[in-house]
């Protein structure tokens, strides 16, 4: 391990016991924890590499831009695809980006949850401002 820093931190209760329940002491869990998400994340952009075409991307940023879904939605795929498909209904976004949206949300549906939290971390990369926060 490299140069380390104490720090404080407030953890919620029950995170402080699944934590303590690792049995790695409380901070070689949380650096263990920091450690995995960052594999995850940095593994789950890998998985979208060349999964969609330039204007499907294109899409998926124009559908999701104005909105940020939070909680345990943001890693289900189909809500993921009610967002895609409701830019369609409402906006008619597949023909204004050329786009088969039914493909597109076939792509989306058998991803993994990592992958779908890396689709909206790729979009709001893509924004300058803060999208309204949805909670589903």
């Keep these: 391990m490299g140069e380390t820093?104490?720090?404080t931190i407030r953890v919620p209760l029950e995170h402080m016991e699944w934590l303590e329940s690792r049995g790695k002491g409380l901070n070689g869990a949380i650096v263990e924890c920091i450690e995995k998400v960052a594999y995850i994340e940095k593994y789950a952009m890998?998985?979208?590499k060349g999964k969609f075409t330039p204007a499907e991307w294109s899409y998926?940023?124009?559908s999701l831009m104005d909105i940020a879904v939070e909680g345990n939605y943001r890693?289900?795929?189909s809500v993921l695809i009610a967002c895609?498909?409701?830019a369609n209904k409402y906006d008619n976004m597949g023909e204004k980006c050329n786009v088969d949206v039914?493909?597109?949300c076939e792509k989306?549906?058998?991803l993994s949850c990592a992958s779908i939290e890396a689709i909206y971390r790729r979009v709001e990369s893509f924004s300058g401002e803060e999208p309204i926060s949805i909670e589903y």
């Design 108 to 110: 989306i549906r058998n």
């Design 46 to 48: 890998r998985d979208l």
């Design 5 to 7: 820093k104490t720090i």
């Design 60 to 62: 998926i940023v124009s």
């Design 75 to 77: 890693y289900v795929s």
């Design 84 to 86: 895609l498909e409701d």
């Design 102 to 104: 039914n493909a597109l």
